[in-house]
């Protein structure tokens, strides 16, 4: 099997304040995992890429100092959305690549969903 | 610029056949996926194709033609369950999945 966990699955908090979230490949190790953001009715869009032991590699016009990606582990990214504000409010998306190639199939967490007040 | 193109929603009904169309244009090739995604929720694997032809697997069925920039997800004897987005996405020369928006589907009885 391939799972990925997110936690927390939904969210809420106030503006100002900082959420972290956190993506987990269960049963299989992911040397690359990608971080999406999803409006409703739209598409995926890409935030990052983070691969394990290096610094993630960031879509143009996402900040990387409100948005921090960690890939401390093969198992574990985690994301954090500093200082949040209501247009932050979105749905949060990771997923992970189970092989070494760029064509592997990603296995996509259940997803978190943010709202900031 | 990169684009990729599906039709917003569609409509069906219970027991038939429906093909959802999936045009991209994109620097390179190297793959194309379909995922459903019901609401609320991640997207799940359906198909992946990298040569031109039919991939069928169960209900659903993926074709590609690669000289037309063309994909089409076929899904029969389609139940209530299907009741979802589907979401065509494609892996340029950069290695990079381009998703389109996706296609609402919705199943009546």
């Known amino acids: 099997g391939a799972v990925v966990s997110q936690h927390p699955s939904r969210v809420i908090c106030k503006s100002g304040t900082s959420v972290k979230i956190e993506c987990r490949s269960l049963d299989f190790q992911a040397t690359t995992m990608f971080w999406y953001r999803q409006f409703p009715k739209q598409s995926l869009m890409l935030m990052a890429t983070s691969n394990e032991g290096s610094k993630a590699t960031y879509e143009q016009g996402v900040e990387k100092d409100k948005f921090l990606i960690n890939h401390a582990s093969l198992t574990l990214s985690t994301l954090t959305v500093t200082s949040a504000h209501p247009e932050d409010s979105s749905f949060y998306i990771c997923s992970a690549r189970k092989g070494a190639e760029d064509y592997n199939e990603q296995f996509f967490g259940p997803g978190t969903r943010l709202t900031v007040l | 610029g990169q684009n990729i193109d599906q039709p917003t929603e569609m409509t069906a009904t219970e027991g038939a056949i429906v093909q959802i169309n999936c045009t991209y244009q994109?620097?390179?090739?190297?793959?194309l996926f379909w995922y459903q995604q019901h609401a609320g929720e991640a997207p799940t694997f359906l198909s992946y194709n990298v040569l031109d032809g039919l991939e069928e697997k169960g209900r659903f069925s993926s074709f590609l033609s690669r000289s037309k920039g063309y994909s089409y997800l076929l899904l029969k004897e389609l139940q209530m369950k299907d009741s979802a987005s589907y979401l065509c996405a494609v892996i340029d020369s950069n290695y990079q999945l381009i998703w389109g928006a996706g296609t609402k589907l919705i199943i009546k009885p």
């Open positions: 994109t620097s390179g090739f190297n793959g």
